[in-house]
């Protein structure tokens, strides 16, 4: 380990080895609240973005001047505004992701939180076009902006956190919660913006209900913020930084020693955001703007496959910490490669019962890939550097390969004219997505502590059963010398 350094840290001494079940009334409901505070904080997040996504057309009027709104070039300068929002997240990642090393994840997640309702709330509070001419999009960058600098450091600080704080032995159960979280969010996001369309009309949304869904993250997110004050940090990176096994350069160290497992998250990473983005971000544009279909329609079929998604994330959670992470992963990377052209051309037909088939099997397959990536992406770095690793592989590939997607996509398509674009752009990222997770470790039950990678050498490949059982038995044997 480069540079170790010990940090000052305020927490008690555990009693329990950290990945340890809780046997406390004290233990299980400080692992309740480190759910609770990682899921609200990351749920906020995606609220900002799913509103985003669903009101486009409306933004689009208002800050764009589209006056057609039919998937033309003022929704695309909206969605690029979206996309430009991403290039500051690997910023985010590079001072949040060390920062999280060096002090701890507990204190990064309460300022992310923080910036995030900030800038969130502030976009329902700005003037438009009409009011202030070019100033009106730029207020809105400037907006998007700190929420893409927050946004690099919450998601991956809020996995690390949760996956610290897990016992090993359900590590996929708890950590399924963070994507509960975001799914949430994106569900509450689908409700209130369709219930006021459905309410007030088209006409009184340009006019200023717009704004709503926007301010409705201010509550959202001092509530975060009041629950994430009252953590303790998480037990993996207390323990760590006890006995100095932390550094002051993860930076440094990140690149120097772990640049293969850099690459490794990042591939996955275009699968999972690219899937991510262009269903749950993208689609209700690409339903009412590209296929014509009526928004109310689209957006109540996404909210019945979220639905499905919120019941199906935490089992599939557990069954990861069972039959082990790859092989579920492996599963979803090949559905997204054979099933996502056949899906998108489910969606252009006339038939509402083949367009929500469309839909269910593209979520089904988020769903596999939601529920373990929160569990999976932080264990592929040691405890020192985990933050910095994660941040920064994740933002950098959702900022020029995810992020765009949905401004690629839909610009594609009004070029090409071609409507299958989507799916061929999941098809893509499955490819990509499949071979990060054959370079993957399996790390189900493995331990996260130490300055050693999480799993088995031996299990990078094809998936094996026997990997789940070797990690316990020696997570258990570790735990056991505590």
């Not at 009041?226 to 990176?237: C, G, K, N, Q, S």
């Not at 839909?359 to 569990?375: K, P, Q, R």
Request: proline fraction near 6%.
């Amino acid at each position: 380990m480069a540079n170790p350094q010990a940090v000052h840290n305020n927490q008690p001494e555990p009693q329990e080895a950290p990945g340890s079940e809780p046997c406390t009334t004290e233990g299980k409901q400080a692992l309740h609240r480190s759910i609770l505070g990682s899921a609200l904080g990351n749920a906020v997040e995606w609220f900002d973005y799913g509103v985003y996504g669903y009101l486009t057309i409306y933004m689009a009027t208002n800050f764009f001047g589209s006056e057609e709104g039919d998937g033309g070039l003022g929704v695309t300068l909206t969605l690029a505004t979206l996309a430009l929002s991403f290039l500051v997240r690997p910023l985010g990642g590079l001072i949040l992701g060390p920062l999280g090393d060096r002090v701890g994840r507990q204190k990064v997640m309460v300022l992310t939180v923080t910036l995030m309702t900030l800038a969130t709330g502030c976009i329902g509070l700005l003037p438009t076009l009409e009011t202030v001419g070019l100033l009106a999009p730029v207020l809105l960058l400037i907006c998007r902006l700190v929420q893409g600098f927050s946004a690099g450091g919450e998601y991956g600080g809020a996995a690390v956190y949760m996956a610290e704080s897990a016992p090993d032995r359900r590590r996929g159960f708890f950590g399924s919660f963070l994507e509960f979280g975001t799914t949430v969010g994106f569900i509450l996001a689908a409700i209130v913006c369709t219930s006021l369309i459905a309410v007030v009309g088209d006409q009184a949304m340009e006019d200023g209900w717009w704004r709503v869904p926007f301010l409705l993250t201010i509550p959202l997110g001092l509530t975060a913020l009041w629950i994430r004050t009252r953590l303790i940090e998480a037990p993996v990176f207390s323990e760590a930084a006890q006995h100095a096994e932390v550094t002051k350069t993860p930076l440094r160290h990140v690149f120097r020693h772990n640049w293969r497992q850099l690459l490794v998250l990042a591939g996955f990473v275009v699968l999972l955001n690219v899937a991510f983005y262009l269903i749950l971000g993208y689609m209700p544009t690409y339903l009412s703007g590209q296929l014509g279909h009526s928004t109310a329609q689209g957006n109540w079929m996404l909210v019945g496959i979220m639905a499905l998604m919120l019941v199906a994330i935490p089992p599939v959670g557990a069954l990861s910490d069972r039959v082990g992470r790859k092989p579920l992963l492996m599963a979803a990377a090949g559905g997204y490669t054979l099933l996502s052209v056949p899906s998108v051309m489910l969606l252009g037909m006339d038939s509402l019962a083949l367009q929500f088939l469309g839909l269910a099997v593209l979520g089904l397959l988020l769903v596999i890939l939601v529920a373990s990536v929160s569990s999976t992406l932080p264990a592929l770095f040691p405890t020192a550097v985990r933050y910095t690793g994660f941040a920064i592989a994740y933002n950098f590939s959702t900022a020029f390969f995810a992020g765009p997607s949905q401004t690629i996509a839909n610009q594609l398509i009004e070029t090409t004219g071609n409507q299958l674009v989507p799916g061929w752009y999941m098809a893509i990222a499955g490819i990509i997505g499949l071979v990060s997770v054959y370079c993957m470790r399996e790390t189900a039950q493995a331990t996260l502590r130490g300055e050693e990678l999480p799993g088995l050498p031996d299990s990078v490949g094809l998936p094996k059963p026997r990997f789940v059982e070797l990690n316990r038995q020696d997570a258990e044997a570790r735990r056991a010398s505590f």
